[in-house]
C-alpha cells in the first residue's frame, strides 16, 4: 500500500464509531392484532397508483407521494369489513419509520402503531399519549403540530414526518380505498 494511501485511511480508523439504533417493536402480524384484535381475516390489497391518484393524494395531502404502492390489508370479521390496515414508511430524521395505520369501515383513524424506528433520538412518538391524538381523525383534518396535533420536544421530524403520513395515507384512502 502507497504511504500517501495508508495516511488517508488514518482518520477514518480514529473516528468514533457512532451508534446504531434500530429497534423493532412490532412484527407485521403484531401490529394488525393489536390494532384489530377482534379481526378474522386481513385480506392484503397492494395497489400500485396511477399518476392521477398520486397526484390526487399530493393535492389533498399537501404530501409527496415517494412510493407508487399502497400496502394495505382489508380487515375482516364475520363477513364484514372493519377497515383498513396500512404500512407505512416515513423519515424520522434521517433513517426511516416504519409505522401502521388502522383506519375503520368510515375511514376515521383507529389506532397508529409504530413497528420500527432506527433514529438515535425521538423514538418517544412511540407514547401511547401522543398517537391516541390521531383517533377519529379523517381526510381534511390539519395534523399540522401545533395545530390539532402536539410536538414532542426533540422528536420534533418524527412527530411532523408521521403526521405528514397519516395525513397522505388518508387521502390515499379518499382516493383509492373509499
Not at 412484527?27 to 378474522?40: D, G, H, I, M, S
Not at 393524494?57 to 409527496?64: D, F, G, L
Not at 388502522?102 to 399519549?129: P, Q, W
Amino acid at each position: 500500500m502507497h504511504k500517501e494511501l495508508i495516511w488517508l485511511s488514518l482518520p477514518a480508523l480514529a473516528a468514533p464509531a457512532l451508534p446504531a439504533y434500530a429497534v423493532q417493536y412490532l412484527t407485521l402480524e403484531q401490529a394488525q392484532r393489536a390494532l384489530f384484535p377482534e379481526a378474522a381475516a386481513f385480506r392484503e390489497t397492494r395497489i400500485l397508483l396511477t399518476a392521477e391518484q398520486r397526484a390526487a393524494i399530493e393535492k389533498a395531502s399537501r404530501v409527496r407521494v415517494r412510493v407508487p404502492e399502497l400496502n394495505a390489508w382489508r380487515v375482516e370479521s364475520a363477513g364484514k369489513t372493519l377497515g383498513w390496515f396500512l404500512l407505512d414508511e416515513v423519515y424520522g430524521k434521517h433513517e426511516f419509520i416504519t409505522y401502521a395505520l388502522a383506519l375503520d369501515y368510515s375511514g376515521a383513524v383507529r389506532g397508529i402503531e409504530i413497528l420500527d424506528y432506527r433514529e438515535t433520538h425521538g423514538g418517544e412518538v412511540r407514547n401511547a399519549n401522543w398517537r391516541a391524538q390521531f383517533v377519529g381523525k379523517r381526510a381534511g383534518a390539519p395534523l399540522e403540530l401545533d395545530n390539532d396535533i402536539k410536538n414532542i420536544s426533540g422528536a420534533t421530524l418524527s412527530c411532523k414526518h408521521i403526521a405528514d403520513g397519516v395525513r397522505r395515507l388518508l387521502a390515499s384512502y379518499e382516493a383509492v380505498l373509499k
